[in-house]
T-cell receptor, first 111, second 118 residues
């Protein structure tokens, strides 16, 4: 059973469209991270959010941490083919120790 | 500065064979992790080591053993491989340790080891 539920599992859109990926849990996390993974490689960190209600922007990517620190979302504006990849969220309770990953959302952006 | 390195990159085993997956990091990190990744399952933690000399079980430790050889190296051993252990294995590291944590720290991943057990 995944402690962190990601939705949707798969998303296919055309270049220029917007998309949102969700990461939900019934548990409270001290921090939540978003990673992007490309085929044949390890995940690479995009952002860490630690404060309830926090919004972080990374160029066309906007990340939000829920007020209760149980959920998060990733919004991509005007998607590009380079945004194609597996997006993973990971939560942690405390400032050290284990991370809990969601199952991931596979995003495919076509020209 | 190579970051996190893993060997081998790919391995085929027969059921019952044993092998050790090697992982090393050159960032002077305290914590190291072993994950497996299966389709539709994301990353599941097998074992982790919060500091040199300590190891703890993760979500799916059965069938695996680990050794934190020194601060740099963290190995994963399959004593008797089973087809259910066919997966992609990732090693990762972070700077934190018990008593000295960082909410904003980055988890650095190796390139992975693809294991097929027949």
């Amino acid at each position: 059973t995944q402690l962190l539920e990601q939705s949707p599992q798969f998303l296919s859109i055309q270049e220029g469209e917007n998309l949102t990926v969700y990461c939900n849990s019934s548990s409270v996390f001290s921090s939540l991270q978003w990673y992007r993974q490309e085929p044949g490689e390890g995940p690479v960190l995009l952002v860490t959010v630690v404060t309830g209600g926090e919004v972080k922007k990374l160029k066309r990517l906007t990340f939000q941490f829920g007020d209760a620190r149980k959920d998060s979302s990733l919004h991509i504006t005007a998607a590009q083919t380079g945004d194609t990849g597996l997006y993973l969220c990971a939560g942690r309770r405390g400032s050290w120790g284990k991370f809990q990953f969601g199952a991931g959302t596979q995003v495919v952006v076509t020209p | 500065n190579a970051g996190v390195t893993q060997t081998p990159k790919f391995q085929v085993l027969k059921t019952g064979q044993s092998m050790t997956l090697q992982c090393a990091q050159d960032m002077n990190h305290n914590s190291m992790y072993w994950y497996r990744q299966d389709p539709g399952m994301g990353l599941r933690l097998i074992y982790y080591s919060a500091s040199e000399g300590t190891t703890d079980k993760g979500e799916v430790p059965n069938g695996y053993n680990v050794s934190r050889l020194n601060k740099r190296e963290f190995s994963l051993r399959l004593e008797s491989a089973a087809p259910s252990q066919t997966s992609v294995y990732f090693c990762a590291s972070t700077p934190s340790r018990p008593g000295q944590g960082y909410h904003q720290e980055t988890q650095y991943f190796g390139p992975g080891t693809r294991l097929l057990v027949l």
